[in-house]
């Protein structure tokens, strides 16, 4: 059973800003490192960032960096995912997971996501 809960898209002009949350509420992943994914209508699932249990190692998709910043909160059960810049093409859903390969290999078990629509 998935147990992590994605918030904090929605409808953004290029140029601007989302954060997005990802909550383990059961705390099922404790210790575990943690990424970000998106996928846009009719394409592949892809790997956007991802980020150790201590929040002292990221990982990023070349797409995005220096654009998104990935990050644990104070909360480890917490992971956040700041995005700036956001282009048209960032337009996807986005979900969160537990990384079982670093950086970007999955248990393949995901939540609902969180849609962010970037308009131009």
């Known amino acids: 059973q998935v147990q992590l809960v994605e918030s904090g898209g929605g409808l953004v002009q290029a140029g601007g800003s989302l954060r997005l949350s990802c909550e383990d509420s059961?705390?099922?992943?404790?210790?575990?490192?943690m990424g970000w994914f998106r996928q846009a209508p009719g394409k592949e699932r892809e790997f956007v960032a991802a980020?150790?249990?201590?929040?002292?190692?990221?990982n990023y998709a070349d797409s995005v960096k220096g654009r998104f910043t990935i990050s644990r909160g104070n909360v480890k059960n917490t992971v956040y995912l700041q995005m700036d810049n956001l282009k048209p093409e960032d337009t996807a859903r986005y979900y969160c997971?537990?990384?079982?390969?670093?950086?970007?290999?999955?248990?393949?078990?995901w939540g609902q996501g969180t849609q962010v629509t970037v308009s131009s």
């Open positions: 059961k705390r099922t992943f404790s210790g575990s490192p």
């Open positions: 980020v150790n249990w201590y929040g002292t190692n990221t």
């Open positions: 997971a537990v990384i079982h390969i670093w950086p970007d290999k999955t248990y393949d078990r």
